[in-house]
């Protein structure tokens, strides 16, 4: 069973940055690949950012140019820089993890930008 803890997330005005982060913790699992999404309110879950085990990246058009998503293996962790924050930005991220045997999900930090 792997846990992930969420951190990062908050208040900012637009034009800011934030950094999330995720750590996976558990015992015999080895992790393959990593993303974030997010799910504003009224709307499906979307596809922030993943980044593969060799470190391979692919965004969102939405973001691209903005965020930054990147790894620490070993630390099993995950993060997302987020820069030039907009309002509609705003929503709750989820930490993704997929391993060899199945996917988790983190339990969501939500990120709220003002205008």
């Known amino acids: 069973q792997v846990q992930l803890v969420e951190s990062g997330g908050g208040l900012v005005q637009g034009g800011g940055s934030l950094r999330l982060s995720c750590a996976a913790s558990?015992?015999?699992?080895?992790?393959?690949?990593m993303a974030w999404y997010r799910q504003a309110p009224g709307k499906q879950r979307e596809l922030v950012a993943v980044?593969?085990?060799?470190?391979?990246?692919t965004y969102a058009d939405s973001v691209k140019g903005r965020f930054t998503i990147s790894r620490d293996g070993a630390k099993n962790a995950v993060y997302l820089q987020m820069n030039s924050l907009k309002p509609e930005d705003t929503a709750v991220y989820y930490c993704?993890?997929?391993?060899?045997?199945?996917?988790?999900w983190g339990q969501g930090t939500q990120v709220t930008v003002s205008s």
């Open positions: 993704y993890v997929i391993t060899l045997t199945r996917p988790y």
């Open positions: 980044i593969s085990s060799g470190g391979s990246t």
């Open positions: 558990g015992s015999g699992f080895s992790i393959n690949t």
